[in-house]
């Protein structure tokens, strides 16, 4: 009987600056698109950075960009899908760089498998979480928000992707109207959970599993704190 | 006449959109994700359309593209003037917090741009071959019309593609 074996390999990159990772994900689109590489995963955190989507909503902006930068805080405009967001230290950060063309998969179903896999990951820690309504793409807990998905397709290769919230410092999200949904609150799993939590780099374990799983790959081939310039030739 | 009645009819059914031009009925063929794929339209791996009309050929998604993207809330178009080449990017739109990226089955000049498409983005969803078209171009060379596939072996592509 044959296997078709499905390879995914996973860099966990700590904190990483969010120009650089994305640098490293056009590499990356580029290369699987040619081929060159299998399906990559990037797990990481970045320091504290807002971000804007294509559609640049800079209304949702609530304090001035020069307010940001003595908060120690960067702002971003990128191509992905999605309104303003934040990541900072204490966030998992999941960046696939997959062919969905490989699994037939369209963008609905992409980011509803998305979705899936921040559930799972919270039901894990015993949270209930669910997908948002319609038009309010993510993973909420009650009317709390705590995972954000935010994607790029490019001839079927991803990029961007998602943001689950484990104990990030959740001040920072006050500054803005959070993925443009005024009057709902971000939570964390934190504050989610009764006890404590485990080491948060068992957190990032349990994501990138989920991930795995849900999105059927038998093969992890892990790199831990590669060279960013590993993929040159 | 009675065809384009049936056709009609069995789309409202089956909650199908159809594309029905007054001037020409089109035979439709049912995939077996039941996404609507029209007869005198050729058809891209990557899932976009044209339609060669005179000088000027009509570019869009298919119905089976906007289906698996979900509700389109955002498409972002070039201007007219530009120009687009065979299997490159020529805009993008967004649906559920996905960017994807609308590749265009010609090369040429862009001549006309949907511009009801920035009011209501969801023409894409609901019309994906009639008022959800995205720009007209005035192909710089024909022949490339010839490497698309047609309805028949596009409905066959979808099917074999992803099941769903």
């Not at chain 1, 899908?81 to 998992?92: E, F, L, S, V």
């Not at chain 1, 803005?176 to 939570?187: L, R, S």
Request: charged share 20%.
């Amino acid at each position: 009987m044959r296997v078709l074996t499905r390879s995914l390999e996973v860099w966990r990159l700590g904190v990483l600056n969010y120009l650089e990772a994305l640098k490293l994900q056009e590499k990356l689109v580029t290369d699987r698109k040619s081929g060159k590489i299998t399906d990559t995963l990037l797990s990481l955190q970045h320091p504290p950075t807002y971000t804007l989507g294509k559609r640049q909503t800079v209304h949702n902006l609530l304090v001035s960009e020069s307010q940001l930068k003595s908060m120690g805080a960067e702002l971003h405009y990128t191509q992905r899908g999605g309104d303003i967001t934040y990541h900072g230290p204490h966030q998992a950060i999941l960046y696939p760089i997959i062919s969905l063309r490989d699994i037939g998969f369209g963008a609905r179903k992409y980011v509803e498998t998305l979705e899936l896999t921040m559930i799972e990951l919270a039901s894990l820690h015993g949270v209930k979480a669910h997908a948002g309504e319609s038009g309010e793409t993510g993973v909420w807990v009650g009317e709390r928000k705590i995972g954000a998905i935010g994607v790029r397709i490019s001839s079927g290769i991803t990029s961007h992707g998602v943001a689950f919230n484990i104990d990030p410092d959740l001040s920072y999200f006050e500054h803005i109207v959070p993925c443009g949904i005024a009057d709902k609150e971000v939570t964390s799993l934190k504050r989610e959970v009764d006890s404590d939590l485990p080491a948060e780099e068992l957190i990032h374990e349990q994501l990138i599993s989920c991930f795995v799983r849900l999105f059927g790959y038998n093969n992890v081939i892990w790199k831990d704190n590669p060279s960013l310039c590993d993929q040159q030739s | 006449m009675a065809m384009r009645m049936w056709a009609s009819s069995t789309a409202n059914a089956l909650k199908l959109s159809t594309a029905i031009r007054p001037h020409f009925s089109p035979a439709f063929s049912l995939s077996r994700c039941f996404s609507t794929v029209l007869e005198g339209f050729k058809y891209a791996n990557s899932h976009e359309w044209v339609k060669h009309e005179g000088p000027v050929a009509a570019v869009g998604i298919t119905d089976h593209a906007q289906d698996h993207l979900g509700e389109v809330v955002f498409v972002e178009l070039p201007d007219a003037g530009s120009v687009v080449s065979q299997g490159k990017s020529f805009g993008n739109v967004e649906s559920v917090k996905a960017t994807s990226d609308v590749n265009s089955p010609i090369s040429g000049e862009v001549v006309e741009v949907n511009s009801k498409l920035s009011e209501t983005p969801g023409l894409i969803n609901s019309s994906p071959y009639e008022d959800g078209w995205m720009i007209k171009v005035k192909p710089s060379n024909p022949s490339e019309l010839e490497s698309l596939m047609g309805s028949k072996e596009y409905t066959k592509f979808c099917e074999e593609e992803g099941g769903h």
